[in-house]
Nanobody
Framework: VQLVESGGGSVQTGGSLKLSCAAS????????MGWFRQAPGKEREWVAG????????YYADSVKGRFTISQDFAKNTVYLQMNSLKPEDTAMYYC???????????????WGQGTQVTVS
């Protein structure tokens, strides 16, 4: 297993959660780590990305100002801090790794199994 997400759960509107994505050292060497999410009946959408080398970060407009992506090099781990959560943030959240921090699934080579976030 190369990417393992954790930290999902149920939270009330306005609450916070912090997701973690632990990567194998090989996978973590990919240039970019990103987060996607998929709500029931909807397509998977890009949420945020971070370049491993320079820690440049990128966000979807829907989460900008509320979510923060960060990384811990020593732990080969990427985080997604989610604040001011809304019911529309309810989804399965996936961690991904790839060569560029694009917004398309095709930009990423490796995927985790996902962690569920439910906001009510």
């Amino acid at each position: 297993v190369q990417l393992v997400e954790s930290g999902g759960g149920s939270v009330q509107t306005g609450g916070s959660l912090k997701l973690s994505c632990a990567a194998s050292e090989y996978t973590y060497r990919r240039n970019c780590m990103g987060w996607f999410r998929q709500a029931p009946g909807k397509e998977r959408e890009w949420v945020a990305g971070i370049y491993r080398g320079v820690s440049s970060t990128y966000y979807a407009d829907s989460v900008k100002g509320r979510f923060t992506i960060s990384q811990d090099f020593a732990k080969n781990t990427v985080y997604l801090q989610m604040n001011s959560l809304k019911p529309e943030d309810t989804a399965m959240y996936y961690c991904a790794a790839g060569p560029i921090c694009g917004s398309e699934e095709e930009d990423y080579n490796y995927w985790g199994q996902g962690t569920q976030v439910t906001v009510s």
